[in-house]
C-alpha cells in the first residue's frame, strides 16, 4: 500500500519511523509527504526515503492508495472533501473537524459517490466499543468525559493551581481547545453526538501524563473508564496513545476479522 501523509509533526514523523523505517505495516510505505514547513519536508523526505509535495493536489494525483491527515483541524475541513473526492481513503487524526453534523453528512455523499472510506483511530481513550454497542438500540442515555493535563499542555492555564478551564459539550469544548480534545469527538462520534456528550477540562500542575475519565449510563449497566497515558515526547499536547492509534487503524484496515 502506498501512503500518501498530510503533516510532519510528531505523529507524523512517528509514523515515518514506524512505516518506513521500522517496517511495521508489511508491504505499505509512505510515498509523499505533504506539510506547509518546507524546511521539516525535507528534513524528513531525507530521513524516510519519501517524496515532498508542493501541495495536496498534487500529492493525490501520485500514486498513492491512502491518505493519512495528521495535521490540524482546518486542513480536513479545507481538504478532507478533495482526498475522498479523488478516490482515496482517509485516515483522520484530526477528528474535531467532525464536531460538525452538516460537514458530516457532506463527507458521507461524497464517500457513497465515490466508494471511498474515512477511518477514524480512537486517539487516547477506550470503550468507544461499549458505546456503540449500547447506541446500537438506542437506549444509550449519558456520557461524560473528563479530562486532566498538565497546565503546559493548555492555552490560558495557570502554572501554579488545580483549575477548571471548561465544562459544557464536546461541541463547545473542541471550538475552544482545538488542539487538546479531539478524545470529546471520537467519544461522541461512537455515543450521544457532540451537543449531549459532557466535558470537563482541569489542569493540573501536580500531574505529569494526560488523564481521560469517561462514565457512561444506559440500559446495558454503567461505564466507567480512566486512561492515564504518557505525551508524546517534545509534545505535552499529544498523547502517544492518539499516534499509536492510528497505526493500529491502518494494520486493522482491510483485516479479514474485525474486532469490536
Do not use: W
Not at 77 to 104: N, P
Amino acid at each position: 500500500m502506498n501512503i500518501g501523509l498530510i503533516g510532519g509533526g510528531n505523529i507524523g514523523k512517528f509514523l515515518l519511523q514506524s512505516i518506513n523505517s521500522n517496517k511495521r505495516l508489511p508491504d505499505s510505505k509512505i510515498v509523499g509527504i505533504y506539510t506547509r514547513n518546507p524546511k521539516s519536508a525535507a528534513q524528513l523526505a531525507a530521513e524516510f526515503e519519501t517524496e515532498i509535495f508542493a501541495d495536496i493536489e498534487t500529492l493525490l494525483q501520485s500514486n498513492i492508495d491512502l491518505v493519512i491527515e495528521a495535521a490540524t483541524v482546518e486542513v480536513v475541513k479545507e481538504y478532507a472533501a478533495m482526498i475522498l473526492a479523488s478516490g482515496k481513503d482517509l485516515v483522520l487524526s484530526s477528528v474535531g473537524a467532525l464536531c460538525d453534523l452538516d460537514f458530516i453528512q457532506s463527507l458521507e455523499k461524497i464517500c457513497k459517490s465515490s466508494g471511498t472510506k474515512i477511518h477514524l483511530p480512537s486517539g487516547a481513550i477506550g470503550g468507544l466499543d461499549i458505546l456503540k454497542a449500547a447506541k446500537s438500540n438506542g437506549e444509550l442515555e449519558r456520557v461524560s468525559i473528563i479530562t486532566r493535563k498538565p497546565p503546559q499542555a493548555l492555552p490560558g492555564a495557570p502554572l501554579d493551581s488545580e483549575h477548571v478551564l471548561f465544562e459544557g459539550s464536546a461541541r463547545k469544548a473542541i471550538a475552544l481547545f482545538p488542539k487538546n480534545i479531539n478524545v470529546s469527538i471520537i467519544l461522541s462520534l461512537a455515543g450521544l453526538g457532540p451537543e449531549k456528550t459532557e466535558v470537563t477540562i482541569i489542569s493540573d500542575p501536580t500531574v505529569t501524563k494526560n488523564s481521560h475519565s469517561i462514565e457512561a449510563e444506559g440500559s446495558f449497566g454503567k461505564l466507567s473508564l480512566k486512561v492515564e497515558n504518557d505525551p508524546m515526547p517534545n509534545n505535552p499536547k499529544t498523547s502517544y496513545l492518539a499516534a499509536l492509534s492510528v497505526l493500529s487503524s491502518l494494520k486493522n484496515k482491510d483485516a479479514v476479522i474485525q474486532v469490536g
